[in-house]
């Protein structure tokens, strides 16, 4: 009993470093979180929590673990008062404290006793019970909906602006090009301009 008393209570000190994050792009990896977060502080953990009403290999929500209980009430109140930026962008991401409920692998709580039962057709929770069984399956069918759309309209503004970098690149090396091999100050010459001189 004084082991399991010991292991809830390192739970519990762990539960006050880590926050809660919901909302992620499904395209968010651990790495990105990391370096959007590390700025607050020392990130130790990051763990994606899998919603099971949503598609597989999704991971929309993170427990993220901190060196300290302050450092993860800064980014609670960060994340709460301003834009987030991941990858550049302001993400509409929520975040909170974290429960002791969130880990799957939390040891059991001193002295709490689960007990689960079977309902028979004649209980009266029986058709309380399927009813929800309903409003969950319902759920599930339009998270998934959201969730697709959402996939692709990120993979087409991820396209956008791999797009929009590629040419602003590619015109970027055009006029160095023509700068540096001295088309541009020929020009200049020729159509009597001025032409500001880039090495002053």
Not at 165 to 191: F, H, P
Request: a positive charge; glycine letters at 2%.
């Amino acid at each position: 009993m004084q082991a399991l008393t010991e292991e809830y209570a390192a739970l519990e000190d762990k539960v006050k470093r880590t926050i809660n994050i919901d909302n992620l792009s499904p395209l968010a990896k651990e790495s990105v979180l990391r370096a959007a977060l590390d700025q607050f502080g020392n990130v130790i953990q990051v763990k994606f929590i899998r919603s099971y009403l949503e598609m597989k290999g999704t991971a929309c929500t993170a427990l993220v673990e901190m060196q300290s209980a302050k450092e993860a009430k800064t980014i609670i109140s960060v994340i709460c008062n301003s834009p987030f930026m991941i990858s550049g962008m302001p993400r509409p991401v929520r975040a909170c404290s974290a429960v002791a409920e969130m880990f799957d692998d939390r040891p059991r709580k001193p002295g709490r006793k689960i007990v689960c039962r079977w309902l028979k057709t004649s209980d009266p929770d029986f058709e309380v019970a399927m009813k929800m069984k309903l409003i969950i399956r319902k759920h599930a069918k339009e998270a998934n909906f959201l969730l697709k759309r959402q996939l692709e309209e990120e993979e087409e503004l991820a396209k956008e602006q791999s797009e929009s970098l590629n040419a602003i690149y590619s015109k970027y090396e055009l006029i160095e090009d023509v700068t540096k091999s001295g088309t541009a100050i020929r020009l200049a010459k020729r159509y009597k301009m001025r032409i500001a001189d880039v090495d002053r």
